[in-house]
């Protein structure tokens, strides 16, 4: 018989797109309220690798990562998801904004080889994780780099990012050696 292992936990990352600054800060506040303190909030950079969030969010989109402090279960990504999915609703009625989603948040993870995304949407390089909930990998972490695959969206493909999620995986080894 196959002895099961329980996968070591991983560390929460939320990418956040928003309208502007005021619309960032209140979604940062809310991921704080809801998912715990932050240990690295990126840079903010333009999202200008395509308008497909611009009839949600509007012209002049922010992107900021979070990288939450405390770190998880994997198997609970797709209840997080519906979670930021609940958060962008109530970031939308409380910003009252003419915008249907003045903040995006994705939630998704990182192990020390991959860093993974939550998606509402099936496509040939997702899977089913439950709770009407799809995932993908991302990014993988070979060689001592960040690679994307082809479907990888193209904002992912950068090196600022890369630096980002360099400063997250090392915070990642220190706290999962910790554990042991």
């Given amino acids: 018989m196959w002895e099961l292992q329980t996968p070591k936990p991983v560390k929460l990352i939320i990418a956040v797109l928003a309208a502007d600054e005021d619309c960032l800060k209140a979604a940062l506040e809310a991921i704080n309220t809801r998912f715990g303190n932050a240990d690295f909030l990126s840079d903010v950079w333009q999202f200008s690798q395509t308008d497909y969030y611009k009839d949600e969010i509007g012209e002049n989109i922010l992107?900021?990562?979070?990288?939450?402090?405390?770190?998880?279960?994997?198997?609970?990504?797709?209840?997080?998801?519906?979670?930021?999915?609940?958060?962008?609703?109530?970031?939308?009625?409380?910003?009252?904004?003419?915008?249907?989603?003045?903040?995006?948040?994705?939630?998704?993870?990182?192990?020390?080889?991959?860093?993974?995304?939550?998606?509402?949407k099936n496509f040939s390089h997702r899977i089913y994780i439950g709770n009407k909930m799809f995932a993908e990998v991302t990014l993988v972490y070979e060689k001592g780099n960040w690679r994307h695959f082809e479907y990888t969206f193209p904002d992912y493909r950068q090196q600022c990012y890369f630096d980002f999620f360099n400063k997250v995986r090392t915070r990642l080894l220190e706290q999962l050696k910790s554990k042991h």
């Fill in 63 to 120: 992107r900021q990562f979070v990288s939450i402090e405390k770190l998880i279960d994997p198997g609970t990504l797709a209840q997080i998801k519906h979670d930021a999915n609940s958060l962008e609703q109530q970031l939308a009625d409380s910003l009252k904004l003419a915008l249907p989603r003045p903040a995006n948040l994705d939630p998704g993870f990182m192990e020390p080889s991959k860093l993974v995304l939550a998606s509402t």
